[in-house]
T-cell receptor, first 113, second 111 residues
Framework: QQQVKQSPQSLIVQKGGISIINCAYE??????FPWYQQFPGKGPALLIA?????SEKKEGRFTISFNKSAKQFSLHIMDSQPGDSATYFC????????????FGKGTTLSVSS | DVKVTQSSRYLVKRTGEKVFLECVQD?????MFWYRQDPGLGLRLIYF???????EKGDIPEGYSVSREKKERFSLILESASTNQTSMYLC??????????FGPGTRLTVT
């Protein structure tokens, strides 16, 4: 029940294309769903986050879509660029409880030029 | 600017050694976390602390202990390092209500 399942494990997208990464969760108590981006040799950094009161959040080329009934959320990267090549992690937590994030296993994105 | 620092970027230790990994945050955060990251397994929680001298086990605490004597510092201790503890170790602190800030990581190799 604590798991967050992420797919695909790896993704290759052409420059200018759309990258889509999906996550699913079981625990309905989760109320905070962030995406982290990690470049080689660096720690993960928060990219964008959503809470279940909205179905979509957009920041620049990055959009989270959230489906509460299906217990799924996804990251869309529009106009993917080689600089977006990184590992992406979805996560979930019970925000007000200050609990640790439960992470998906990550998706390695490679954007070819 | 938020800052989480880890004492070493790379560390090589021998089997059986006691290993200390240090993490310091400068944001006066109460909650701090230690994760290990392995290819294909994502980030797995080892221990977390929600206050000085307070600690809670995460998903994989076996073989590890932690210490939090001061609010800004959270240490991970490998009592007797083993080769299966070769990994990337990441420290994080929590900015309420939910954002975690990560350090750059320590890549530990146990030979």
């Amino acid at each position: 029940q604590q798991q967050v399942k992420q797919s695909p494990q790896s993704l290759i997208v052409q420059k200018g294309g759309i990258s889509i990464i999906n996550c699913a969760y079981e625990n309905t108590a989760f109320d905070y769903f962030p995406w982290y981006q990690q470049f080689p040799g660096k720690g993960p950094a928060l990219l964008i986050a959503i809470r279940p009161d909205v179905s979509e959040k957009k920041e620049g080329r990055f959009t989270i879509s959230f489906n509460k009934s299906a217990k799924q959320f996804s990251l869309h990267i529009m106009d993917s660029q080689p600089g977006d090549s990184a590992t992406y992690f979805c996560a979930a937590s019970i925000e007000q409880a200050g609990t640790a994030l439960i992470f998906g296993k990550g998706t390695t994105l490679s954007v070819s030029s | 600017d938020v800052k989480v620092t880890q004492s070493s970027r790379y560390l090589v230790k021998r089997t059986g050694e006691k290993v200390f990994l240090e993490c310091v945050q400068d944001m006066d955060h109460e909650n701090m976390f230690w994760y290990r990251q392995d290819p294909g397994l994502g980030l797995r929680l080892i221990y977390f602390s929600y206050d000085v001298k307070m600690k809670e086990k995460g998903d994989i605490p076996e073989g590890y202990s932690v210490s939090r004597e001061k609010k800004e510092r959270f240490s991970l201790i490998l009592e007797s390092a083993s080769t299966n503890q070769t990994s990337m170790y990441l420290c994080a602190s929590l900015s309420p209500p939910g954002e975690q800030y990560f350090g750059p990581g320590t890549r530990l190799t146990v030979t």
